[in-house]
């Protein structure tokens, strides 16, 4: 008897502890999305809360060397150093692909780092295809005339060519840092293509205007 009985107040103590738990979790939750994403139409959709955890000094491939003049790696990786950076992120990564994901700062419970919505290909209209295809071919097409950037210590140690745009610009500051040096038979292109840039901005501007509209600003 006595044996049950320590049994049965463990399991209820358990049960208390996680019901606890998912109490807390919830009113988390609720606040969160009232103080910082706002109550509104849009989040009337299922909200995926992703919590995160803060690795700054993770490298993927931390035995590959580096010319610290170029910032390139000197080698590729082995097959062996392939494995390890594959269970590495086994380990510490988490593939997000559906849903409407919202990611919680791990340093400030009160803030939010990204709102993420992922839509599956069947369900995109045929303006959002248009859209999306339109935007890809740009930014492939842009490849020729903008440097790719890059660094050893991001944790992906890959390239990647840097395209947007600022809200505000310091005085007297550099323009054009990361286009490419390109001769002047390519500047009838050049021209012909960011004059596409327009349009980009209206349809990225939608989407980032459908979105935003859980936010609170």
Same mark, same amino acid.
């Given at each position: 008897?006595?044996?049950?009985?320590?049994?049965?107040?463990?399991?209820?103590?358990?049960?208390?502890?996680?019901?606890?738990?998912?109490?807390?979790?919830?009113?988390?939750?609720?606040?969160?999305?009232?103080?910082?994403?706002?109550?509104?139409?849009?989040?009337?959709?299922?909200?995926?809360?992703?919590?995160?955890?803060?690795?700054?000094?993770?490298?993927?491939?931390?035995?590959?060397?580096?010319?610290?003049?170029?910032?390139?790696?000197?080698?590729?990786?082995?097959?062996?150093?392939?494995?390890?950076?594959?269970?590495?992120?086994?380990?510490?990564?988490?593939?997000?692909?559906?849903?409407?994901?919202?990611?919680?700062?791990?340093?400030?419970?009160?803030?939010?780092?990204?709102?993420?919505?992922?839509?599956?290909?069947?369900?995109?209209?045929?303006?959002?295809?248009?859209?999306?295809?339109?935007?890809?071919?740009?930014?492939? !097409? @842009? =490849?020729?005339?903008?440097?790719?950037? &890059?660094?050893?210590? *991001?944790?992906?140690?890959?390239? /990647?060519?840097?395209?947007?745009?600022?809200?505000?610009?310091?005085?007297?500051?550099?323009?054009?840092?990361?286009?490419?040096?390109?001769?002047?038979?390519?500047?009838?292109?050049?021209?012909?293509?960011?004059? !596409? @840039? =327009?349009?980009?901005?209206?349809?990225? &501007?939608?989407?980032? *205007?459908?979105?935003?509209?859980? /936010?609170?600003?």
């Amino acid at each position: 008897m006595d044996r049950c009985r320590i049994s049965h107040e463990n399991s209820s103590r358990k049960l208390a502890n996680t019901r606890n738990k998912q109490r807390k979790r919830a009113a988390f939750h609720a606040r969160l999305q009232e103080r910082v994403i706002g109550v509104g139409m849009s989040t009337l959709k299922s909200i995926r809360w992703q919590r995160l955890s803060y690795h700054p000094k993770t490298r993927l491939y931390p035995t590959v060397p580096f010319d610290k003049k170029t910032d390139k790696p000197l080698r590729h990786p082995t097959p062996d150093e392939v494995s390890k950076a594959c269970e590495l992120v086994d380990r510490k990564f988490f593939l997000m692909n559906f849903g409407r994901v919202v990611l919680v700062d791990p340093n400030d419970e009160d803030s939010v780092i990204a709102v993420m919505e992922f839509t599956p290909w069947d369900q995109l209209t045929e303006t959002d295809k248009e859209n999306l295809n339109f935007i890809l071919t740009f930014l492939h !097409q @842009s =490849k020729e005339f903008v440097n790719p950037v &890059g660094s050893s210590t *991001r944790s992906w140690g890959g390239k /990647m060519w840097g395209i947007g745009w600022r809200k505000s610009q310091d005085f007297m500051q550099k323009f054009g840092r990361y286009i490419k040096a390109f001769p002047p038979s390519k500047m009838e292109k050049f021209d012909k293509l960011f004059q !596409q @840039s =327009k349009l980009l901005g209206e349809i990225l &501007g939608d989407y980032y *205007r459908l979105e935003a509209s859980i /936010m609170q600003f």
